[in-house]
């Protein structure tokens, strides 16, 4: 019951730049609410990646940016590495009857 | 550092209840909101629910009815329980650290993830 979406699949060469698009709606993205990014390798706990839009916890590389405007937001990795094949989810705050937080549909970031 | 563990039984018969524990290291339960999230095999996550200190819970729509979650602040841990389990409810659940509404709704350190399988 995924209320963000995202592209399935993105891929790039290694050093090269990709992006991931979430969008939602007015009530969650759109009225505001912060989007979060997480990378997750299977078997392996989902890592925080950005928070607040466009903020890195400590640890992770600059590599990794967050965006949000309107209704959608993305994340862009440049210098693709092989390390960054993973699975990478959008994150926010909803107001309407779809629960507090809901998640993106998920995409499959592969290095070429 | 804070590390969450995820435990429980990983084989549950349909319309029993899937029972899980999450023990919190490096941190207090007293101190954080907690949340459970699943994710079903070959399919995205989903947000089960949040715990307060208070003990207080709020949960999806969709598994409201079925949800119940508790804290142990002696063990420094917590819990979930899913009534009336179906194979829909075959997923891997994780447990992790949720920041709340002041700082910024996201999740900060996740658990390592526990599969659960509902079968007979």
């Known amino acids: 019951q995924s209320v963000l979406t995202q592209p399935p699949s993105v891929s790039g060469a290694p050093g090269q730049r990709v992006s991931i698009s979430c969008t939602g709606n007015s009530s969650n993205i759109g009225a505001g609410y912060d989007v979060h990014w997480y990378q997750h390798l299977p078997g392996t706990a989902p890592k925080l990646l950005i928070f607040?839009?466009?903020n890195r916890p400590s640890g992770v590389p600059d590599r990794f940016s967050g965006s949000k405007s309107g209704t959608s937001a993305s994340l862009a990795i440049t210098g693709l590495q092989a390390e960054d094949e993973a699975d990478y989810y959008c994150q926010s705050y909803d107001s309407s009857m779809s629960g507090l937080y809901v998640f993106g549909t998920g995409t499959k970031v592969t290095v070429l | 550092q804070v590390q969450l563990q995820a435990s429980g039984p990983r084989l549950v018969k349909p319309s029993e209840t899937l029972s899980l524990t999450c023990t919190v290291s490096g941190d207090s339960v007293n101190d954080y909101y907690w949340t459970w999230i699943r994710q079903p095999a070959g399919k995205g996550l989903e947000w089960i629910g949040r715990?307060?200190?208070?003990?207080?819970?709020v949960s999806n729509p969709s598994l409201k009815t079925r949800v119940s979650m508790s804290l142990d602040t002696s063990k420094n841990q917590f819990y979930l329980k899913l009534s009336s389990v179906t194979a829909a409810d075959t997923a891997v659940y994780y447990c992790?650290?949720?920041?709340?509404?002041?700082?910024?709704?996201?999740?900060?350190?996740w658990g390592q993830g526990i599969l659960v399988a509902v079968s007979s």
């Open positions: 992790a650290r949720d920041r709340g509404l002041l700082s910024g709704n996201y999740f900060d350190y």
């Open positions: 715990l307060y200190p208070s003990g207080t819970t």
């Open positions: 607040g839009n466009s």
